[in-house]
């Protein structure tokens, strides 16, 4: 099932697993402190357009929605709150990323979170094979499918990137 040299086991490695869901982890060197998508994208030998990040942004009070985007790209506020079906959205200020979601910066994936928030996934993924996100913990990767990341996270792709 799972390519890797040791066996590491993050909630969303094991979500997947559950799920039967192939998948590759690839693992990264977190010492420099370059945790931006760009850098993992090098660091992992992956092509930026292949490499997506996962965003959390919060409407209102206490309402979060998560966004995937190539790691290149801005999310676009208002086009992810329409296709969140909200007025408004922010991002989540980073002191409050652990607390909601149980996951740190940079190590943040749209699965095993401490609730399943509603999660969009920018269409440009619909158009690749396998892409690239974070596997819950700065460092490590894993490769899949779009859809399948799609059916287990219960997410669904919409044009959220600006541009």
């Known amino acids: 099932?799972?390519?890797?040299?040791?066996?590491?086991?993050?909630?969303?490695?094991?979500?997947?697993?559950?799920?039967?869901?192939?998948?590759?982890?690839?693992?990264?060197?977190?010492?420099?402190?370059?945790?931006?998508?760009v850098s993992v994208a090098a660091k992992t030998g992956q092509a930026e357009e292949s490499v997506y990040k996962t965003l959390v942004t919060i409407a209102g009070p206490r309402e979060l929605f998560v966004f995937i985007v190539p790691v290149a790209e801005e999310l676009d506020l208002k086009k992810a709150a329409k296709a969140a079906g909200v007025k408004k959205l922010d991002m989540l200020p980073l002191k409050d990323l652990t607390k909601e979601t149980g996951y740190v910066r940079g190590g943040c994936s749209a699965i095993g979170m401490k609730k399943k928030y509603p999660t969009v996934i920018d269409a440009s993924a619909e158009r690749l094979e396998q892409f690239v996100?974070?596997?819950?913990?700065?460092?490590l990767q894993m490769k899949l499918s779009p859809a399948d990341l799609a059916s287990v996270a219960d997410a669904t792709f919409s044009d959220i990137i600006k541009g």
């Open 1 to 37: 099932m799972a390519k890797q040299k040791k066996s590491v086991k993050t909630n969303a490695v094991r979500l997947l697993e559950n799920e039967r869901v192939t998948y590759e982890l690839m693992e990264y060197d977190i010492n420099d402190g370059q945790l931006d998508g």
């Open 133 to 139: 996100v974070s596997a819950g913990k700065p460092g």
